[in-house]
């Protein structure tokens, strides 16, 4: 059964400054791996999808990487500003059987940027 | 930017009582899914539907829930007798295509804004 773990739980930085969030599944057939940005009560916000055959994907001042193998994912921000105060949610989407795509989430990373 | 919607944003209701959450795909897409996150929880999977029907459920999908494409429009969960223990933000999404041997960003799943079910 996949699991997805995102470290760490929170972080908290000073704006401008460039950071990482982590995250691990432990079953590496997958197809595709997604980061979200879910505000307080709010629904999620895709921000990057990378492929399973990818390394990395970029989109504006984020950058994600995959490495399928070792069942690593990594979001980088960079030069954070207090609007990317945020859960951020790490889905892998299941390989094999009859998945048309199932997302498994990991527990996110509650992300405050103080100016 | 086409987007996916639900409807009601909130929902209260007594437990044993039936609920229907409502979503609107975006237009082009094929695959839908639910997935609701009790507060304080991961978010979880429960259902995909192509084509007309099911093509996955998870364990928490069981007899007291149905989804239904009623039109060409709007896709529904249907809770038949709601307990206590369903109350969650209850997220719709939908994909142009599913997972696996497609290209590009196809299979990205757009998430609606939720609708926040409350059972007393």
């Known amino acids: 059964k996949q699991e997805v773990t995102q470290i760490p739980a929170a972080l908290s930085v000073p704006e401008g400054e460039d950071l990482v969030l982590n995250c691990s599944f432990t079953d590496s057939a997958i197809y595709n791996l997604q980061w979200f940005r879910q505000d307080p009560g709010k629904g999620l916000t895709s921000l990057l999808l990378i492929q399973s055959s990818q390394r990395e994907q970029t989109s504006g001042r984020l950058n994600a990487s995959l490495d399928k193998s070792s069942g690593r994912s990594t979001l980088y921000i960079a030069a954070s500003q207090p609007g990317d105060s945020a859960t951020y949610l790490c889905a892998v989407a299941n390989a094999g059987g009859t998945s048309y795509g199932k997302l498994t989430f990991g527990q996110g990373t509650i992300l405050t940027v103080h100016p | 930017e086409p987007e996916v919607t639900q409807t009601p944003s909130h929902q209260v209701t007594q437990m044993g009582q039936e609920v229907i959450l409502r979503c609107v795909p975006i237009s082009n897409h094929l695959y839908f899914y639910w997935y609701r996150q009790i507060l304080g929880q991961k978010v979880e999977f429960l259902v995909s539907f192509y084509n007309n029907e099911i093509s996955e459920k998870s364990e928490i999908f069981d007899d007291q829930f149905s989804v239904e494409r009623p039109d060409g429009s709007n896709f529904t969960l249907k809770i038949r007798s709601t307990k206590l223990e369903d109350s969650a933000m209850y997220f719709c999404?939908?994909?142009?295509?599913?997972?696996?041997?497609?290209?590009?960003?196809?299979?990205?799943?757009?998430f609606g804004p939720g609708t926040r079910l409350t059972v007393l």
């Open positions: 999404a939908s994909s142009a295509r599913a997972a696996g041997g497609s290209r590009g960003s196809y299979n990205e799943q757009f």
